[in-house]
Each structure stands twice: as C-alpha cells, then as structure tokens.
C-alpha cells in the first residue's frame, strides 16, 4: 500500500504510541507498511528516517530472539545519515552478550563521557572474562562519576573474577596484583600469605599486614598501634590512604591530619587519539592520573582540620586545591559550606550547599545541613518546612523528629511537639548513639512546663541510662533537675542534685546563685567552695528569666527582701511556671515581715496563677489576716481553709488543745465579740477527759460576764476548776462555796 510523506510519518508517530503503550501485536502492520513506503522520505528528511530506523531498532529488541546483524544495520544506517544520538548505542551496547566489538569502540570514543556506554562495555569485557580490560574502563568511568555506585558494585564482581582467574591459571601469579585486589575485595585469605610474600617489597608486605589488622582489631586499638607502630614506617600512598579512610570512618580525625599530607598533582593525558588502542591507554592514563585521589586527600584533609584542628585557613585551602581539580565536587562543597559555617557565615552556607545540591549532593544529605543551617539561625519554621520536604521522599528517621520537635517546642506548639516525640520514642528503635536520650530531655521540658513532675522524673531516668554517669549530658540533665525541684519546692531534694554536680565542677553557672540559695533556706550542708554572695553578684541590667530568679535570691539572701520579692515577680512574669515564682516572691516577703505587701502578693497569685495555691500557702495568708487583725478577713480565710482542704485542716492536725483550726477560730470569735461563736469553739475543748485550765478558765469567765443566771453552769467550770493543781488568782474556791450556797438556798431548801 502507497502512503504519502505525511502518511508515513503519522504511521510512524502511531507505532512510537503503541510502543510505549507496550501494544506490539499492532505494531506489526504498521511497521511493514513504514518499510514499504521509507524511500518516499528520501534524504531531504533524514530526521523523519532517523525515527523509523530508531523505532525499529526498539522493535527488533521485543522479540525473544535477537536479530543482531539487523540491529546493528539500522545503527549503521543512522550513523551514515549522520543522526546517529548516544541513546542509539546504549541501545545496541546494551545486548552485551551479542553486540559487536566494533559497536563499542566507535560508541566510547565518539562519546567518551557516557557512562552507560562504558558499564555496557564493561559487561561485556566480564562477560568474555577479559578481567583486566573491564577494572581499567570501571576505573576510568568512576574517575569521571566517582558517584556511580552501579559502576563501584561491578568493578568490585569483575575484580573478584580476577582473583579466582589469577589463582585457577597455570600462569605465574602477579604477587603486586593480587595484592590491589584482595586489597580492594577485602580477601583476608589472600592478604594473609601476602604480608609475608618474598615477591613484594616491604612497604606493599606492610600493606597487606595493615589492612588485616585494621579489619580484625577494635578501631582503639588501632589507633593505638597507629602510634606506636604504624606511623614510623615506610608505606605507600595507598595504605596512607587506607589509613586515613579508616580512622576518619571512626571520626579520628587527630590521626588523619598526622597520616595525609599534600596530595601529588594530578597528571592528566593528553585527549588525543585515533583508535580504539589509543583510546584505552587514554582511560588508562586518566583512571591512574590521580585526580579523584587528589580530591579525596584534600577533603580527608579539610575534614580533619573541621573536626579537629580547628584551623580554617587548611580547610580553604583544602577547599580551593581541591575544587580547583573539580569545581563541581559536591564533598569538596560541602567542605567549603562547613568553612562558612565555621565563621557563622550562614547565607553563604545555605548558598554552598544547594550548589553541592546542584552538583549531585543527594536530597536526604542535603536537608540534614539546611536543619543544621536552620537550627544554628533559630529558623525554627525552616526547619519544619525542611522536616515537611524530607518526610516526602523519605522515611522520618529520629534526627528528623528530634528537630521537628525541638523546633514546635521553640514555636511554643507543645502538643504538637509532645505527639511527635511520643511517635518517636515509641515506633523506633532507640540505639545507644542516637538522638533518643535528646527526644526524652526535649519531652522533659515539656513535662516541666506542664508542672507533671512524675513524667518528667520518668523520662530523665530513661535519658541518663544513654550517658556515662558523671558525663557531661549526663550532668546537664541533672542541672535541669535542679531547676525542676526547685520549682516543684523540693528544696531538700533539689539540694542533693545540686551538689552532686558541683562537685562534678559541673553546676551550671546561672544555677550557683540557685544552690547558695537552696543552702541558706534550709541549712543544708554549704560547700566551701561555693562561697558567699555580696552586692557585687547582682546582675546590673537584667533581662533574662535567669537574671531576675537569681538577682531575687542574692537579694532575699542579702536581706533586702523587698527586691528580691520585685526581682522574683518579673522572673515569674518570663517563666513558664509562673506560680511557682509568684510563690517564692511571697515567701520572700514573708522572711522580711512584710504583711501587707505578702497579702498583696497572695491576691496577685490568687488572680493571675490560682493553680499554684495549695494548703501552706492559703494557710500562710490567713495568718497574715489574723497578725493584721482583720478577723472577718481572717475567718473567711480559715474557713476556705476547711473546706477546701479537710484533711490538712483537720484530720492531719492535732485533735487537743494545739489544734491549729479550733484555736484560731476561737480566737477569732473572741476578737469579734461574738460570745455564742466563742462559747460554741471553746465547748469543743471541754469534751475532753481532761480539759486544758485554760480552757476552763475562759469560759468561766464568759459565763460569769453573759450568762450570770445561768448558776449550774458556773457552778460546773468552777467544780472543775476546783480539781486543778494551780494557784488560783480571782478568787475561784471562793466563788464555788458562794455558788453552792446560791444553788442550795434557791433550789433545794
């Protein structure tokens, strides 16, 4: 069937369609019709051809018997028509199995870079055992794209199949290059005779000895042999650089700055060649220049000198060496991102890292150092937007939440932050070295701030079994306990956190002035060390919670109760327990004997933080009440007092004479002339077996001046009266002999 041009082209558009659809049944037709009707395209339209030739090439691979002589005629055709693209022979190198030598020699040196064409090489090269071809054009491409981890998992299968080849063959084995790679595929079993190996020179037996200790000892001992040992022989740059791998793996930064020194300059050869021989001894050359060596001993070096030395003039030149080599390094930008960072230069940071972002830095890595950014500026909404992004692509790890939460806890989004940490302290895993024992202390402030100090004492049990005891985490969460008691008003026990860490020299500064104070409250032991305060500890312009709580205790504890009181109070206004402030500004007013400014104080707390009154404290201000004689006041006060709190007011108390509420009451009464209140309260002292004197003597003297008629009840109180061992001042044995007359004369004769 005749088509038109057009026709053709629409014919093939609709076989690119059935195509991706996987729809190859239909295919058929329409391709043999494309066949027919290809000339009418002529070369006037080769782009138009290079389409057929393309899509046939990709229908050719459907089928499960691979015409390759075909295959390869239709690459040969789009390279005559000169619209041959790389994407046609990775098609082709792709069958590795069957492809052509020829296929590949004038794909990798048309495209020299492509680093698909070469992995199909190399797979072929493995596929034909010729072993050492296939490591020199792996280490060629992963010259180019050190990155390319299928490239790294295939160099190191090939260089094993090397080894057993070396070791099945009749011929001589190489000691040098079994040596490179049982060093590279980690074979114990061949490094072994090796160390010992007449065939190599000392330096390369000191390799093979190195490496078999470093993979059998614990990374200290190591170290240790790195010392004493190691570092006083003769080795070669690659054991140098396997040393420095090694002890940078395990953070040893001090000795990776002792092993590495400045890397050689690479040598690169000329790109220049016109055959395929030519063009191996080129991948050669480069894969053995030292490029990406020299890179990776710049950055071993910058790393060291971040972690370790401090000293920022080596990691820039670490830093410019080495990007100087490759400009678009990501390590070496990260490298130059945490040279900004040292000097808190954060915008320039932020900028370094999405450059290595840019340059192939992976998503995950990436967002880990924008929440370092994010954290170090307190950008906490940043952060969660970072969290919100990473969350997308991968799956929440503890670092992640531990900064989501630390961040709606620094935006005051505390339920969110308690929901988050809960999720995380119960769905993962918690190792030893991870961000767990930080999740429960941000959880700890929570429970602080929410005054739940069951929880929170909990929770720092569970994050000190993550520290050494006596470690510094371990004595700052126990400076966060001092605080904690102190607000929940155990002093007696907030005084055996404090002195643990100060004699651990390990208290807290702004917590000193809180330990002199606990000291002076309670007369609980006072180091030596911990001295005296003076005016000259007062904070002159403070600003910070800490600044006031402490300038009110060195005030309180100078005497000057009436700042301290007023230092206490704007602490309060800045702390998350507000009550608990307000209440020690009280308690300070109370030590310098300022009633009417405490029963102030008390209606403040009453108003502005009504969940910190408890027993002691309303009780305290009903005393206040009743020192200033305002009785009515006072008795509203008491009687709150029983009936918000009857077991402190009455089944804790004594049930005699000293009962605090009975006795106050009566006063009371007393005071306000009320004679029936005071009769009734005073009563209540009588029931006893053995009344107190006092008692009688009262209310013989309120029956006497209100109730002179009633001449049983003096009679009564003065018969008791009459029984007590005292010396009796108004009269009393008198009064019941005129009494008992009174009685007999009116009633009985």
């Not at 790195?226 to 930064?253: G, P, V």
Request: with cysteine.
């Amino acid at each position: 069937m005749s088509l038109t041009r057009q026709e053709v082209i629409t014919q093939i558009a609709r076989a690119e369609e059935l195509y991706k659809a996987n729809l190859y049944v239909p295919m058929q037709p329409i391709m043999a019709n494309i066949q027919e009707n290809i000339e009418i395209l002529g070369e006037s339209y080769p782009a138009d051809t290079a389409r057929y030739y393309r899509m046939y090439m990709l229908y050719i691979g459907v089928f499960e018997e691979l015409n390759m002589p075909v295959l390869e005629s239709y690459l040969q055709a789009l390279i005559n028509i000169n619209e041959i693209l790389p994407s046609d022979y990775e098609c082709v190198c792709s069958y590795y199995k069957h492809c052509e030598e020829w296929v590949y020699e004038k794909a990798l040196m048309t495209y020299p870079y492509n680093e698909t064409l070469h992995i199909h090489y190399a797979l072929k090269l493995q596929e034909e055992s010729r072993f050492e071809e296939a490591i020199s054009t792996l280490k060629y491409i992963l010259e180019c794209y050190p990155a390319l981890t299928e490239a790294r998992f295939l160099l190191w299968e090939v260089k094993t199949a090397r080894i057993e080849q070396l070791r099945i063959s009749n011929e001589a084995e190489d000691a040098y290059e079994l040596l490179n790679l049982a060093s590279d595929t980690h074979r114990k079993e061949i490094l072994t005779p090796l160390q010992f190996d007449d065939n190599l020179d000392q330096v390369d037996q000191n390799l093979a000895r190195i490496q078999l200790t470093l993979w059998s000892n614990k990374s200290i001992d190591n170290k240790k042999q790195w010392i004493s040992e190691w570092r006083h022989l003769e080795l070669t740059d690659t054991t140098r650089f396997l040393l420095a791998d090694y002890a940078q793996s395990f953070m040893m930064y001090d000795m990776v700055s002792q092993i590495l020194k400045e890397p050689s300059k690479p040598e690169f050869p000329e790109e220049n060649y016109t055959n395929f021989q030519e063009y191996q001894n080129y991948m050669k050359a480069l894969a053995n220049s030292g490029w990406q060596l020299a890179q990776h001993q710049y950055l071993f070096i910058g790393n060291s000198a971040y972690y370790h030395t401090k000293n920022k003039q080596v990691i820039d030149i670490s830093v410019e060496r080495g990007l100087a080599l490759n400009p678009k390094n990501p390590l070496l930008l990260v490298l130059k991102a945490k040279s900004f960072f040292f000097v808190k230069d954060y915008n320039a940071t932020g900028a370094a890292y999405h450059e290595a972002f840019k340059n192939g830095l992976r998503m995950s890595e990436y967002l880990f150092y924008l929440l370092e950014v994010n954290s170090r500026i307190e950008s906490w909404q940043g952060i969660l937007d970072v969290v919100v992004q990473f969350h997308r692509r991968k799956t929440p790890t503890l670092k992640t939440l531990f900064f989501q939460s630390r961040a709606l806890i620094k935006l005051g989004r505390f339920d969110e932050a308690h929901e988050v940490i809960n999720e995380s302290l119960s769905d993962f895993p918690l190792p030893s070295h991870s961000y767990a024992p930080w999740l429960y202390n941000l959880r700890m402030i929570i429970h602080a701030r929410n005054q739940n100090y069951k929880a929170f004492f909990e929770d720092m049990k569970e994050e000190i079994s993550f520290y050494k005891i006596g470690d510094g985490n371990y004595c700052s969460t126990m400076n966060m306990c001092v605080e904690a008691l102190l607000e929940k008003g155990d002093y007696a026990e907030c005084h055996k956190y404090a002195i643990y860490n100060f004699e651990q020299e390990k208290l807290a500064p702004y917590l000193e002035p809180v330990f002199q104070w606990i000291c002076y409250e309670t007369f609980l032991e006072k180091p030596e060390g911990l001295g005296e305060v003076s005016t000259d500890d007062l904070i002159a312009n403070p600003t910070t919670f800490s600044d006031y709580r402490n300038n009110g205790f060195i005030h309180w504890m100078l005497r000057n109760n009436a700042a301290g009181s007023a230092s206490l109070k704007k602490a309060a206004d800045l702390s998350t327990n507000k009550g608990a402030y307000l209440k020690l500004a009280f308690e300070c007013l109370l030590a310098g004997f300022d009633n009417p400014a405490a029963i102030t104080l008390y209606e403040t707390i009453k108003k502005e933080a009504p969940e910190a009154r408890d027993w002691k404290l309303d009780f305290q201000y009903a005393n206040l009440l009743e020192e200033e004689n305002r009785y009515k006041e006072a008795f509203v006060a008491y009687q709150h007092l029983g009936q918000s709190y009857p077991e402190e007011s009455f089944f804790n108390l004594p049930k005699d004479e000293y009962n605090v509420m009975l006795r106050v009451f009566k006063k009371f009464t007393k005071g306000l002339n009320d004679v029936e209140g005071f009769t009734k309260y005073n009563a209540m002292y009588l029931s006893k077996d053995n009344p107190s004197e006092d008692a009688l003597l009262e209310h013989l003297e309120v029956a006497t001046t209100n109730y002179k008629e009633d001449v049983f009840l003096q009679h009564n109180l003065l018969e008791s009266i009459s029984k007590l061992d005292i010396e009796f001042e108004n009269n009393e044995l008198e009064m019941l002999k005129e009494m008992k007359s009174r009685i007999r004369n009116n009633y009985f004769v």
